[in-house]
């Protein structure tokens, strides 16, 4: 797998950063970031993992930190991200927020153990969703723009 993250992997569509941080989302936390994962059905189409992520400035007031923290992120998911890719399920595809939850900037070290646990986790968590809720997911659509379905928080 090349080691890129094109636009096309950024989530960008306000409907689906929406959707992502409404009740249907699983969270894991692992300091000093926050994953937040929505699961949905692969419709053939762009990629099957899209990735937001949001450094706030309640958290790191100068821009230079925060744009440093969003650095950091984004290249230990460029070089982790294998990790999500390679066991997520064919018919399965996820929407993934990366959010900042310290107050001071960290170790680029420390950033890339702790997103690599964290996906490591994510993994699990969608690979723990039961067959049923699996085929219940495939067989759902959306129908409009302001409607979506998501798996269940187990």
Not at 16 to 39: E, N, Y
Not at 137 to 147: I, L
Request: charged share 25%.
């Amino acid at each position: 797998m090349r080691h890129k993250f094109p636009k096309a992997e950024h989530l960008c569509l306000q409907r689906d950063i929406d959707q992502l941080f409404t009740a249907g989302a699983r969270s894991a936390v692992s300091f000093p970031l926050r994953a937040i994962v929505r699961t949905h059905i692969y419709e053939e189409k762009g990629p099957r993992v899209q990735v937001l992520i949001s450094v706030a400035k309640r958290r790191l007031r100068h821009a230079v930190d925060r744009n440093r923290a969003k650095r950091q992120i984004r290249e230990a998911y460029r070089l982790n991200k294998e990790i999500l890719w390679e066991q997520l399920p064919e018919n399965m595809a996820l929407h993934l927020g990366f959010v900042w939850v310290a107050d001071q900037p960290q170790d680029s070290a420390l950033v890339h153990k702790r997103l690599v646990n964290l996906l490591h986790r994510v993994v699990e968590k969608v690979n723990a969703t039961s067959p049923n809720e699996r085929a219940s997911a495939s067989t759902t659509t959306t129908t409009t723009n302001n409607t979506s379905v998501s798996n269940a928080d187990s």
